[in-house]
């Protein structure tokens, strides 16, 4: 399973990114998607998830009232919707899917991972 993100970049504080995962040659719809971020020195993150069954979607307190999840399945892809962005947002953002259905919040549980995309928020 081939995961692709783009999107990132350098934002001043307050701006706006959206993040893109695409899967060119997998069917997304049935499974959930999760993207985590990893900034330099810590341990990745889990930032947010949309549920393969019903589509519920899943923040990080850190994100929370910021960010949206939202796929559109016609075109393989999960984006992720970044507001009000803060320095402590910069970081490497990864999607990533365990084939399930369910959301989980721990990276381990995550077979199939894309290459990242930086994110850099900085005046």
């Known amino acids: 399973v081939q995961l692709v993100e783009s999107g990132g970049g350098l934002v001043q504080p307050g701006g706006s990114l959206r993040l893109s995962c695409v899967a060119p040659?997998?069917?997304?719809?049935?499974?959930?998607i999760a993207w985590f971020r990893q900034a330099p020195g810590k341990e990745r993150e889990w930032v947010s998830c949309?549920?393969?069954?019903?589509?519920?979607?899943y923040y990080a307190d850190s994100v929370k009232g910021r960010v949206s999840i939202t796929r559109e399945n016609a075109k393989k892809t999960v984006y992720l919707q970044m507001n009000s962005l803060k320095p402590e947002d910069t970081a490497v953002y990864y999607c990533?899917?365990?084939?399930?259905?369910?959301?989980?919040?721990?990276?381990?549980?995550?077979?199939?991972w894309g290459q990242g995309t930086q994110v850099t928020v900085s005046s």
């Open positions: 990533a899917t365990e084939l399930s259905v369910f959301c989980s919040r721990l990276p381990e549980e995550y077979d199939h």
């Open positions: 949309i549920s393969g069954s019903d589509g519920s979607t």
């Open positions: 040659e997998f069917t997304l719809d049935p499974y959930a």
